[in-house]
């Protein structure tokens, strides 16, 4: 069974639309993450939920709206796509918010395109 | 705003030789975890280190935390193709976010 789990894998789109990425974890976890990791492979937060509730935004445009309809989804959805929002996105999940050293498990990734 | 620098950036070494990465901060963590992601997954959890000084062994692998608490390194005896990926660190400063490394691209030559 997958434990942290992103649909889709690879999303190809214009400039301009809107989209949205969906994640959901199987771990029983309080607390769920949004990544952004560049082309040069650094991996950066920019969300993070604890029992629904926002508990870190890394000033990150607003054009990026993360949605937690239950501890077990968190929902990344982006308005007005721009070319610099090409990179690929991990949601991740652990048992407790990481300031109590609890391991993070990540999904797959999504690899975004914006062309 | 913490940053935490790895060195080096890419390693490509030979199958059977020993390597060591390194993880440094200006500022001090409360702890640190290792990460190695592959190609087209996520990273996955290697180890975590929360005491100064702690040196932590998994197999091959040894995780050393520095006394000062701002450094961390990694190193690999008899190096496997296996061990190809990206290794990265991540520490904790104190609050509710891990901040994480530059990363280290590592290639084993068989």
């Known amino acids: 069974d997958t434990a942290v789990s992103q649909t889709p894998k690879y999303l190809v789109t214009q400039m301009g639309n809107d989209k949205s990425i969906k994640c959901e974890q199987n771990l029983g976890h309080d607390t769920m993450y949004w990544y952004k990791q560049d082309s040069k492979k650094f991996l950066k937060i920019m969300f993070s939920?604890?029992?629904?509730?926002?508990?870190i935004n890394e000033t990150v445009p607003n054009r990026f709206s993360p949605k937690s309809p239950d501890k077990a989804h968190l929902n990344l959805h982006i308005n007005s796509l721009e070319l610099g929002d090409s990179a690929v996105y991990f949601c991740?999940?652990?048992?407790?918010?990481?300031?109590?050293?609890?391991?993070?498990?990540f999904g797959p990734g999504t690899r975004l395109t914006v062309l | 705003t913490q940053l935490l620098e790895q060195s080096p950036q890419f390693l490509s070494i030979q199958e059977g030789e020993n390597l060591t990465v390194y993880c440094n901060s200006s500022s001090v963590f409360s702890s640190l975890q290792w990460y190695r992601q592959e190609p087209g997954e996520g990273p996955v959890l290697l180890v975590t280190?929360?005491?100064?000084?702690e040196v932590k062994k998994l197999k091959r692998l040894t995780f050393q935390f520095g006394d000062a608490r701002k450094d961390s390194s990694l190193h690999i005896t008899a190096a496997q193709p296996g061990d190809t990926g990206l290794y990265l660190c991540a520490a904790n400063f104190g609050n509710e976010k891990l901040t994480f490394g530059t990363g280290t691209r590592l290639t084993i030559i068989p």
């Open positions: 991740a999940s652990s048992r407790a918010p990481s300031g109590s050293y609890n391991e993070q498990f």
């Open positions: 280190v929360v005491t100064g000084g």
């Open positions: 939920y604890n029992n629904k509730e926002l508990i």
